[in-house]
């Protein structure tokens, strides 16, 4: 296994590992920094996989001005006690309790299914584009990647929503 490789295989695990302790912690300012570390290691991977500018879309939008948004507004909320916590724990590992093992099988699953056939899980992409026009990038050869970005942040304003409604 060569050391690009090697990269590859860490960056993917530590960002399964800072999504699920986004998700699985119980304290919203940890959510939200685990957040940021998980959108940031996501743009270097996106970095690596030659979309530039997907990446710094990434590294701005998700890691920085979302996050920050997120962080200013749980300090504008009030603390909560410790039986608060304890309940709001329970209640966190009811509903994700079960995520670090479906995560771990589904781990499981590709690495025997990339043993079987390694090909099969190799993503075969294009080249990046020789000309430096942005138009033609963003919205010719590059759409996939401005569409996975308004995906994540459309999912980020869900997730406001979602946080905000009333009961």
Not at 19 to 37: C, D, E, K, N, Q
Not at 53 to 70: D, K, Q, R, T, Y
Not at 135 to 144: A, D
Request: some cysteine; charged content about 10%.
């Amino acid at each position: 296994m060569n050391n690009d490789m090697v990269l590859n295989s860490v960056l993917v695990v530590t960002l399964v590992i800072a999504a699920v302790y986004t998700v699985m912690t119980p304290r919203l300012i940890h959510s939200a920094i685990g957040l940021a570390i998980a959108s940031a290691i996501l743009a270097i991977i996106i970095f690596k996989l030659a979309s530039s500018l997907a990446a710094v879309f990434e590294l701005s939008v998700c890691a920085g001005l979302i996050s920050a948004i997120f962080i200013s507004t749980i300090s504008l909320t009030g603390r909560i006690t410790p039986e608060e916590l304890t309940e709001r724990q329970k209640e966190h590992f009811r509903k994700f309790g079960v995520l670090p093992v479906i995560v771990i099988l589904v781990f499981v699953t590709l690495t025997i299914i990339h043993h079987i056939n390694p090909n099969l899980l190799t993503l075969n992409l294009p080249a990046p584009p020789a000309e430096n026009n942005v138009n033609i990038i963003l919205w010719g050869s590059r759409f996939l990647d401005l569409f996975g970005q308004i995906v994540v942040l459309l999912a980020g304003a869900f997730g406001v929503v979602t946080f905000f409604r009333e009961k």
